[in-house]
C-alpha cells in the first residue's frame, strides 16, 4: 500500500483498536501523538545514534553539568538540535520491565525533547497502559510503521500529524481548526506573503526571520521555511512562534527540532496577555487566529495595555468588541512588523468576515481599520471559497500587509474575489469540503503580483451539483457563472465621515382626566405592577385626602410578590419594596392631585405649541398656590405632552448674537436666530465618503443638499458631533463592503415561466386532493 499521510495516520490511528475499553475516546490522542513523535524522533536519530552514544562515554567522565554536555553531545549529531544518550530504542525494551525502560529511554532525550513528552503528560499514559496489561502491544504497534526520514519526508509527515490531531479533535469534541490550518490556505498565503522580496528567494545566505503567533503545529512555520527553501536552498530562516494548546505546542516543537531550528524561540502560552517574544520584530508572519473566539478571560490586561501604554503598546488605535479577539491578532502582528529602516516586514493573516464590516463609525473595530488604511499597511485582501476548513464553512478572508508597500502600491488596496478557485474533494474532512489546487493558488497569486483590475472572467469550473431529491422544477434558477475578479482601490475609497442628522421636536399638551390618571402610578418599570396592584387590591382606595386604606398592601404582600416575581422577573428586591410601601402610593397620589389643580386653571383643551407651556405652568401653578419640585413638575409634563407631527417646533434657545445658518440648525425665525429642540426618534446618521482632496465641510454640505434637504426640509447637521482625531464635523469609520464590489446582477425569471410553474404546481395540488375525496 502506498504510504501517503493519510494512509500513515490511519494506521497510527489504529492504535486505538488496543485502546477501546480501557482508555475514553477522548484520551485516544493524548496516547497516540506522543508514540507517533516518539516514533518520528527515533528515525530522525537513527543515523547519528552510535555517534552521539561514543560521545557520550566521553562527555559522562569529565563532571559536566547537563547544559555543558548537550553542547559537546549535539556536535555527534551531525546537525541535528536533539538527541538520546540511552542504548534503548522501541524494539530493545521488551516486555518485562517496560514502562522503567521507557521512561529511561524518554530520560535519555535532550531536554527540549523531553519537555515535549512532558506536555503532554506523556509519564502518566504510560503507567496507565502498563496497568491496563497494553504497553508492550502499543510499542509493538507504534514500531512496526517506518516514520524515518528516509521513509515520508518532514512536509508529509507534518500532514500525518495534523490528520491525527483532526481525528484527535473529532474524537473529544474539540475544534480541530484551532490546532492547524489546511495545506492549501497555508500554501496560498506563504506564496502571498514571500513572493515580493527577491532577496530572499534568490541571494544566497540571506536571513529572514518568520513568526506565528498562533502556531498550531507549525504548518504555517514549516510551509513558509520550505517556500523560501524550494526556490533559495541556501537561505537562513529562523522561525519564532506561541501557542496556546500544549499538545499543539509539543508537535510544532518537535517539528522545529527535527528542522534543525532553535526551539527556546517556540513559546507556550497566551499571546494576547502574555506575549513571550514581546522585544523582537521579524520579516515575515503569517497565522490564522480562531474565529470569532472572546477574549473576555484575558479582558482586564488587555484594557490595561490599551490604556497605560496606548500606542507604545499593542494595541493603541483602539479594542473590538469582547466577542471576538480576530482584530487583536492583527494589531498584534503590526506591533510585530520590522521596521522599515530594518527592511521592513510583511504579514499574512486569515479572518472571517466579521472584521472587515463589524462596528461602526467610531468603534473600536472602524477605529483599528482606520488606523490600518490611514498607515497604508493593506497590500491585499483575497476572497476564500467557502468549506475550506475543518471547522467551519464560513466566508474566510486572506488579509496581506506590509510596511514597505512598493511605489506602485502605495495609497492604494487590492480585492482579489477567489470565492469559486477550489475543486470539491473526494471525501469531505469535518466542514472541509473543497480545496484549492495548484491552479488555483497560481491564479491568485499570479492576480496579486500583477496589481492590475481583472474584470470578472468565467472559469472553467464544474456546476454545482444540486440535490435531485423533492419537486423538480420545470424552468430552473440559471446559476451565476463561476468568475475570478481583482479590484484596486484608493485607500480613502473604504472610509466615510458620519454626519448626525437633526429634525425639530414637535410637541402638544393636554391636562385630559385620561392622561392625567397616569400620574397614579410611578415610571418605569413600577409602572406596569402598579397598574396590576391596583386593579387587583385598589377598589376600596380613595383619592379623598382621609382616605385611610390609600396604598396600605401588608396583608397582600405574599400575594403580591409571588406575582411580581413569576411576572415581573426583572424588578430587583429594591423596587419590589418600594411596590409594597404606602408612601410611594401615597406620593404618586398627590402628584395626581396637584395636576387636577392644574387642570381646574388650565382647562381640558388640547395646544399644538409646547413653546407656551412653561408659562401657562408657571401662571396655573401661582393661581393654585401650588409648588412642584422638579421631579414631580417632569412627570406631569411627561404624562400631559406627546409628540404631533402637526405641532409647532419645540424651541430649545434663542441666539440673540448668533448668525442664522439653518444647515447647522440655527434658523431665522420673526428676526431672531432659534435653535429648535431635536427629536431623538428622527435622529438619524448618513455616511459621507472621505475624499481627500476637498474640504470636510464642503463634502457635508453638498451631500445634505444633494440626498437630505430634498426630503426632509426642515433638518440640520449636528455640528457638536465631530471627530476625536481630526475634530471635524462628523465621525470618521471605515468599512471594506467585499461583497458589494463584486456582486454579479441576477436578473429574475421570466413572469411568464413563474406563472407556468404555478399554474402546474395548482393542478398537481388538485390532482391529489381529487384523489383524497374519491
Known amino acids: 500500500m502506498e504510504q501517503t499521510p493519510n494512509n500513515l495516520a490511519a494506521f497510527c490511528w489504529s492504535i486505538a483498536d488496543l485502546l477501546r475499553g480501557d482508555f475514553k475516546q477522548s484520551q485516544y490522542g493524548r496516547i497516540i501523538l506522543p508514540f507517533t513523535l516518539l516514533r518520528r524522533l527515533e528515525g530522525v536519530l537513527e543515523d547519528s545514534k552510535t555517534a552521539v552514544l561514543a560521545e557520550y562515554d566521553k562527555v559522562q567522565n569529565m563532571g559536566l553539568p547537563e547544559e555543558a554536555q548537550e553542547k559537546l553531545l549535539l556536535r555527534a549529531t551531525g546537525g541535528l538540535n536533539f538527541f538520546n544518550t540511552s542504548k534503548m530504542d522501541l524494539s530493545k525494551l521488551g516486555e518485562a520491565g517496560i514502562k522503567d525502560n521507557l521512561d529511561s529511554y524518554i530520560q535519555g532525550f535532550s531536554y527540549d525533547a523531553r519537555q515535549i513528552f512532558e506536555y503532554f503528560n506523556f509519564g502518566e499514559f504510560i503507567g496507565q497502559l502498563n496497568d491496563a496489561d497494553l504497553l508492550y502491544k502499543v510499542v509493538q504497534k507504534v514500531r512496526a510503521t517506518d516514520l524515518s526520514p528516509k521513509a515520508i519526508s518532514n512536509h508529509d509527515m507534518g500532514l500525518t500529524f495534523e490528520e491525527l490531531i483532526r481525528r484527535f479533535a473529532e474524537g473529544s469534541n474539540e475544534t480541530a481548526g484551532e490546532h492547524f490550518t489546511p495545506r492549501d490556505i497555508v500554501r496560498l498565503t506563504t506564496s502571498l506573503v514571500f513572493m515580493e522580496d527577491d532577496d530572499a528567494l534568490s541571494k544566497p545566505g540571506i536571513i529572514r526571520t518568520i513568526y506565528d503567533p498562533t502556531a498550531g503545529t507549525g504548518g504555517f512555520l514549516s510551509s513558509g521555511m520550505e517556500y523560501v527553501h524550494e526556490l533559495n536552498p541556501q ?148 476572497a476564500l471559497p467557502t468549506d475550506m476548513f475543518y471547522n467551519t464553512g464560513i466566508a474566510t478572508y486572506v488579509w496581506v500587509l506590509s510596511n514597505k508597500k512598493s511605489n506602485e502600491r502605495k495609497g492604494k488596496v487590492q480585492l482579489i474575489n477567489g470565492v469559486n478557485l477550489c475543486g470539491k474533494m473526494r471525501k469531505s474532512l469535518g466542514s472541509k469540503r473543497n480545496e484549492m489546487g495548484a491552479d488555483d493558488i497560481a491564479t491568485i497569486t499570479r492576480s496579486f503580483g500583477a496589481f492590475e483590475v481583472e474584470d470578472a472572467r468565467e472559469l472553467n469550473k464544474p456546476a454545482e451539483q444540486k440535490s435531485n431529491r423533492g419537486r423538480q422544477s420545470a424552468n430552473p434558477k440559471t446559476e451565476a457563472p463561476k468568475t475570478f475578479a481583482s479590484k484596486i482601490f484608493a485607500s480613502h475609497e473604504f472610509g466615510y465621515r458620519r454626519i448626525t442628522i437633526e429634525r425639530p421636536l414637535r410637541q402638544s399638551y393636554q391636562f385630559s382626566d385620561e392622561r392625567l390618571a397616569e400620574l397614579r402610578f410611578a415610571n418605569k418599570p413600577l409602572n406596569a405592577p402598579m397598574k396590576w396592584i391596583y386593579e387587583t387590591y385598589g377598589e376600596h382606595w380613595r383619592d379623598a385626602e382621609g382616605c385611610e386604606n390609600y396604598g396600605q398592601l401588608a396583608e397582600k404582600s405574599v400575594e403580591i410578590r409571588a406575582y411580581i416575581k413569576s411576572q415581573f422577573s426583572e424588578l430587583k428586591e429594591k423596587q419590589i419594596k418600594d411596590l409594597l410601601d404606602s408612601k410611594v402610593w401615597l406620593a404618586q397620589k398627590q402628584t395626581l392631585l396637584n395636576a387636577r389643580q392644574l387642570q381646574a386653571t388650565i382647562g381640558t383643551q388640547q395646544c399644538d405649541d409646547m413653546n407656551g407651556y412653561e408659562v401657562t405652568l408657571k401662571a396655573a401653578c401661582k393661581t393654585q398656590s401650588l409648588s412642584l419640585e422638579t421631579k414631580e413638575k417632569k412627570q406631569i409634563t411627561d404624562a400631559v405632552s406627546w409628540k404631533n407631527p402637526a405641532a409647532e417646533k419645540v424651541v430649545k434657545k434663542i441666539h440673540p448674537s448668533a448668525k442664522a445658518s439653518p444647515m447647522y440648525g440655527l434658523f431665522e425665525v420673526g428676526g431672531e436666530t432659534v435653535e429648535y429642540k431635536a427629536d431623538g426618534d428622527l435622529r438619524d446618521n448618513e455616511n459621507v465618503a472621505l475624499d481627500p482632496s476637498k474640504p470636510v465641510n464642503d463634502l457635508n454640505e453638498a451631500y445634505f443638499i444633494k440626498e437630505v434637504q430634498p426630503h426632509v426640509p426642515d433638518a440640520w447637521i449636528d455640528a457638536n458631533k465631530k471627530d476625536d482625531q481630526d475634530q471635524q464635523v462628523g465621525v470618521v469609520g471605515y468599512e471594506i463592503p467585499f461583497n458589494r464590489h463584486f456582486y454579479q446582477y441576477q436578473p429574475p425569471r421570466d413572469l411568464v415561466e413563474i406563472d407556468k410553474d404555478l399554474d402546474r404546481v395548482s393542478a398537481d395540488i388538485m390532482n391529489l386532493l381529487q384523489e383524497v375525496h374519491s
Open 235 to 382: 537561505a537562513v530562516m529562523r522561525a519564532f512562534g506561541q501557542e496556546l494548546n500544549p499538545e499543539s505546542y509539543s508537535i510544532c516543537k518537535a517539528d522545529m527540532l527535527i528542522k534543525g531550528q532553535d526551539v527556546t524561540n517556540i513559546k507556550l502560552g497566551n499571546t494576547l496577555s502574555n506575549d513571550q517574544l514581546y522585544a523582537d520584530k521579524f520579516d515575515y508572519m503569517l497565522s490564522n487566529p480562531p474565529f470569532g473566539v472572546d477574549w473576555k478571560k484575558i479582558e482586564s490586561s488587555i484594557k490595561d495595555e490599551n490604556t497605560l501604554k496606548g500606542f507604545d503598546g499593542r494595541f493603541g488605535p483602539g479594542l473590538p468588541r469582547v466577542s471576538d479577539g480576530s482584530l487583536l491578532f492583527l494589531m498584534h502582528l503590526i506591533s510585530k512588523l520590522r521596521d522599515t529602516s530594518e527592511g521592513g516586514g510583511r504579514i499574512g493573516i486569515i479572518l472571517n468576515g466579521s472584521p472587515l464590516f463589524t462596528g461602526g463609525a467610531g468603534s473600536g473595530e472602524s477605529e483599528i481599520r482606520r488606523y490600518i488604511f490611514e498607515a497604508d499597511l493593506l497590500e491585499t485582501i483575497v
